[in-house]
């Protein structure tokens, strides 16, 4: 079993930065990908971003290619998202996920969830 628990959102101007962390429970966090959805008002939740269980391969959604960056760190069970030239449209509520999905965009292909936490960004 793994739990998940982001922090870092909040509310940001366009333009400005944010990093999300996500940290998972358990001794188990080497074996899981990790990945970052998010989810805006009245939308599905849909892919942002993926790394591999041993940090080594990133993919991005093309709507943050370039603006966000994936990481991980092992020894405090923890990924990052470093966002940073953010939009307006990039207001959601951002989840991230842990396991070993068969298709990395697909939410139901991953078994663990953190509870969310806001971005908002200001025009």
């Known amino acids: 079993q793994v739990q998940l628990v982001e922090s870092g959102g909040g509310l940001v101007q366009a333009g400005g930065s944010l990093r999300l962390s996500c940290t998972a429970s358990?001794?188990?966090?080497?074996?899981?990908?990790m990945g970052w959805f998010r989810q805006a008002p009245g939308k599905e939740r849909v892919f942002v971003t993926y790394?591999?269980?041993?940090?080594?391969?990133?993919y991005y959604a093309d709507s943050v290619k370039g603006r966000f960056t994936i990481s991980r760190v092992s020894a405090k069970n923890t990924v990052y998202l470093q966002m940073n030239s953010l939009k307006p449209e990039d207001t959601a509520v951002y989840y991230c996920?842990?396991?070993?999905?068969?298709?990395?965009?697909?939410?139901?292909?991953?078994?663990?969830w953190g509870q969310g936490t806001q971005v908002t960004v200001s025009s």
């Open positions: 996920a842990a396991g070993r999905p068969s298709r990395i965009r697909v939410g139901a292909d991953y078994n663990y």
């Open positions: 358990g001794r188990t966090f080497e074996s899981y990908a």
């Open positions: 790394i591999s269980s041993n940090g080594g391969s990133t």
